[in-house]
T-cell receptor, first 112, second 116 residues
């Protein structure tokens, strides 16, 4: 089963609006990562937040992490049509191997 | 750096045929991962290597799937014989460190496999 589950599954907003995507996970983690995937392309790493961090910023991206609730959110401010993509959260598996497990993703559509 | 390179980008084959997918990781990355992406199951980790050695292949669905990494710059994922349910996009990714040690993954563009 997948470690992370994103919410909502799909999100459609107007250009200039903010987009918020949420991710819940099940086990303890060392860090949580967000990736972006444009249609027909590979995934691209956006940002990583460690388990001892609560908030992190990178350009128009803001990520929060609440380990007590096992949840994270990704906020994209002042969205652009070029932000249209699928966004995935990923966590390092709590098992000994510590490989990355991906959620089901949020499909974001930014309308011009 | 050219990034992770996968080939072929698209493969259409008939049930029962052998399929070989290829990957060249980023130079200097010690970890290589094979993922499969489908609408139904999302992204699944199939197998990963560390320094060319397979570490965890628990995600490989069946014995029909095999993966090798003969050297640090090349890996293959083979399906023999292929079945329609193997149709998916197969991604190769590489990293310097494991995710648990804050390693980020660098993905290739994927190989879209269609088995008729």
């Amino acid at each position: 089963s997948q470690q992370g589950e994103e919410d909502p599954q799909a999100l459609s907003i107007q250009e200039g609006e903010n987009a918020t995507m949420n991710c819940s996970y099940k086990t303890s983690i060392n860090n949580l990562q967000w990736y972006r995937q444009n249609s027909g392309r590979g995934l691209v790493h956006l940002i990583l937040i460690r388990s001892n961090e609560r908030e992190k910023h990178s350009g128009r991206l803001r990520v929060t992490l609440d380990t007590s609730k096992k949840s994270s959110s990704l906020l994209i401010t002042a969205s652009r049509a070029a932000d249209t993509a699928s966004y995935f959260c990923a966590t390092d598996d709590s098992g000994s191997a510590r490989q990355l497990t991906f959620g089901s993703g949020t499909q974001l559509t930014v309308l011009p | 750096d050219a990034g992770v390179i996968q080939s072929p980008r698209h493969e259409v084959t008939e049930m029962g045929q052998e399929v070989t997918l290829r990957c060249k990781p980023i130079s200097g990355h010690d970890y290589l991962f094979w993922y499969r992406q489908t609408m139904m199951r999302g992204l699944e980790l199939l197998i990963y290597f560390n320094n060319n050695v397979p570490i965890d292949d628990s995600g490989m669905p069946e014995d029909r799937f095999s993966a090798k990494m003969p050297n640090a710059s090349f890996s293959t994922l083979k399906i023999q014989p292929s079945e329609p349910r193997d149709s998916a996009v197969y991604f190769c990714a590489s990293s310097r460190r494991l995710a648990g040690n804050t390693g980020e993954l660098f993905f290739g563009e994927g190989s879209r496999l269609t088995v008729l």
